[in-house]
């Protein structure tokens, strides 16, 4: 188990570089209400679009690496529903038996919805008909479609998936499916398949902080679908950086399955 630990940092650690706010000089995100000294006001209200919806664009960050490791942290063991399946995958992941088969030791993608929670920022992008999310960690990106399209039937699995969104109120709801069962959940090891359908609730508070609420819906692995809630924070004031994994990855020679 000590090894398990240790893995679980080294992955964390990899993804907490700090940014070089400084590479950009004198960059201030425009639109910004600001204090008298200049700083973003970050409990101001909420911004808002043309169409009078929340504004969600800026770039956000995860309040550390809480649930980089543990999606289910603020839950009690016997409050997730695994099915035989899933609970056998994920104990072989927490005790070792799997672990260097985590996507990230290995330079490949997270997944959803274990990349929001990647301690890196991510870039959000409003646009008609179209939201991106633009992911620091591994350079990654995500469409979201909100013309009203349907998810695809059929669609061809894929690592983060295809994803719509639509407006309830003042939360934006994303729902995506089409995942491969290649990715985890988390970095202990939670698992999902390729039956896996995320909903994302993107809830704006004020100007600086968001409620991001995430269900995980898998039949093949959970008995039923259940529900963690993130806190990113906006990040004013910078850019996201070039994120490469696999240019020099040193990782996998110092990771110990058992």
């Not at 491969?180 to 090891?189: H, P, R, V």
């Not at 939670?190 to 819906?217: C, N, W």
């Not at 008995?223 to 070039?242: A, F, G, M, N, S």
Request: net charge negative.
């Amino acid at each position: 188990m000590r090894t398990r630990w240790a893995l679980l940092m080294v992955a964390a650690m990899a993804l907490q570089a700090p940014m070089l706010k400084a590479q950009w000089v004198k960059v201030q995100t425009p639109g910004m209400p600001r204090t008298a000294d200049g700083k973003v006001n970050l409990s101001a209200p909420t911004p808002k679009s043309a169409d009078g919806k929340p504004d969600l664009s800026g770039i956000w960050e995860p309040d550390g690496v809480k649930y980089l490791r543990n999606i289910a942290s603020d839950l009690k063991p016997e409050d997730i529903p695994f099915k035989p399946a899933g609970l056998a995958i994920f104990n072989a992941r927490k005790d070792g038996e799997r672990a260097l088969e985590e996507p990230d030791a290995h330079c490949l993608p997270q997944g959803v919805p274990k990349i929001d929670a990647a301690p890196v920022p991510f870039k959000i992008i409003e646009t008609p008909g179209l939201i991106m999310i633009l992911y620091e960690a591994f350079n990654l990106y995500r469409q979201i479609f909100t013309d009203g399209r349907e998810l695809p039937k059929d669609p061809n699995p894929s690592w983060l998936g295809y994803s719509v969104g639509k407006w309830q109120g003042d939360t934006l709801v994303v729902d995506s499916t089409g995942f491969n069962d290649k990715t985890w959940l988390d970095s202990m090891g939670y698992p999902h398949s390729d039956a896996l359908h995320v909903t994302e609730r993107f809830h704006r508070k004020d100007v600086g902080h968001m409620e991001l609420q995430i269900t995980i819906d898998d039949p093949k692995m959970y008995t039923k679908p259940w529900t963690i809630t993130e806190d990113p924070h906006l990040l004013p004031d910078t850019e996201l950086l070039e994120f490469i994994c696999n240019e020099n990855n040193r990782d996998l020679p110092h990771m110990i399955s058992k």
